[in-house]
């Protein structure tokens, strides 16, 4: 039997984090969910999940764009794929220009479970 891919979710905002798990779940994949970033970053290095989605902004001293670049910048977790997930658009030059460089996707806030799917897909190669 093959093993599920997991998936990690960074994203503060509970009801989205609820959302996001429950749609990936019911479609086969295992989430490891994260509501604060420190505490995500310090996993993705022992766990490496088969792709992580972060949330670009946090209500706390740290913001997306950190997190981002800290796991771009790890060799143990720069190859992970990563679905950078905001309603801050558009965004700013400097992060388009980041995820542009670094080959993250991007997924608008508000989006459908259908473009969600269809990223994950892409990214999981499932």
């Known amino acids: 039997m093959a093993m599920r891919q997991r998936i990690a979710v960074i994203e503060d ?3 989205i984090l609820t959302l996001i798990h ?12 994260f509501t604060s970033p420190v505490p995500a970053l310090e996993a993705m ?3 490496r999940p088969d792709l992580i989605i972060l949330d670009c902004i946090f209500n706390q001293a740290y913001s997306g764009r950190w997190v981002l670049r800290m796991l771009k910048s790890n060799l143990e977790t720069a190859h992970i794929p990563i679905i950078l997930c905001t309603a801050a658009v ?3 030059e400097d992060v ?3 995820i542009a460089n670094h080959q993250v ?7 459908s479970i259908d473009d969600l799917l269809g990223l994950v897909e892409q990214l999981t190669q499932r």
């Open 22 to 33: 429950d749609i990936l779940t019911d479609e086969g994949y295992e989430v490891m969910p």
């Open 96 to 98: 388009a220009a980041y």
């Open 90 to 92: 558009p965004l700013p």
């Open 45 to 47: 290095t022992r766990e």
């Open 13 to 15: 905002a509970r009801e």
């Open 105 to 111: 996707a991007f997924l608008p806030k508000p989006f």
